[in-house]
């Protein structure tokens, strides 16, 4: 085996290792894009034509992740309220981060506390509670996930690129050897 071979051999292998590596960054991206994305949307409508309710919590649940490789323990509450829009009542779940609640300032939430809720008058389960609203944090899984996309989709189609031109270099070799 010469060092032609051997080149072409790592090269293959580099490109089917990387394949899904940058696949799987390419779909991150696009979750970003499409959360991010939709989490903008619905704090603009909100804002621009969103309705606003008395709500209560109703359940509180503490969840925790371990410390683990020099990272410290999350900490966050799923909270269950309940709202009436038009005499109907609706019930949501959110996630609020102990962080994100020591940042902004803002207390976890209580079982039996009163809070605002913002819906959309036309379809009242997208809601989301005014005090814990996301705001900056769309704004960057949007930008995060269009970064990783972009930079992901650059490199696939460079390794792409490079494997067919790769391709038809060995296809020309092994014709001009014959």
Do not use: C
């Amino acid at each position: 085996m010469n060092s032609t071979d051997l080149e072409r051999k790592r090269r293959t292998a580099g490109f089917w290792l990387g394949l899904p590596l940058m696949t799987v960054f390419l779909v991150g991206g696009i979750v970003g894009i499409v959360q991010g994305g939709n989490g903008i949307w619905l704090e603009r409508e909100l804002q621009s034509r969103g309705l606003t309710s008395d709500g209560e919590v109703i359940n509180v649940v503490s969840k925790r992740t371990g410390s683990s490789g020099g990272e410290s323990a999350r900490h966050w509450k799923v909270t269950t309220y309940r709202f009436s829009a038009d005499g109907t009542e609706f019930e949501s779940t959110i996630e609020v981060s102990a962080q994100q609640s020591y940042e902004r300032g803002v207390p976890l939430p209580r079982k039996g506390e009163r809070i605002l809720v913002h819906y959309l008058p036309e379809e009242p389960a997208r809601n989301w509670p005014l005090i814990y609203r996301e705001g900056w944090w769309n704004w960057f899984k949007f930008g995060f996930g269009l970064l990783l996309a972009g930079f992901s989709a650059f490199v696939l189609v460079g390794m792409i690129l490079v494997r067919l031109r790769d391709a038809r270099r060995a296809e020309r070799t092994d014709r001009h050897a014959r």
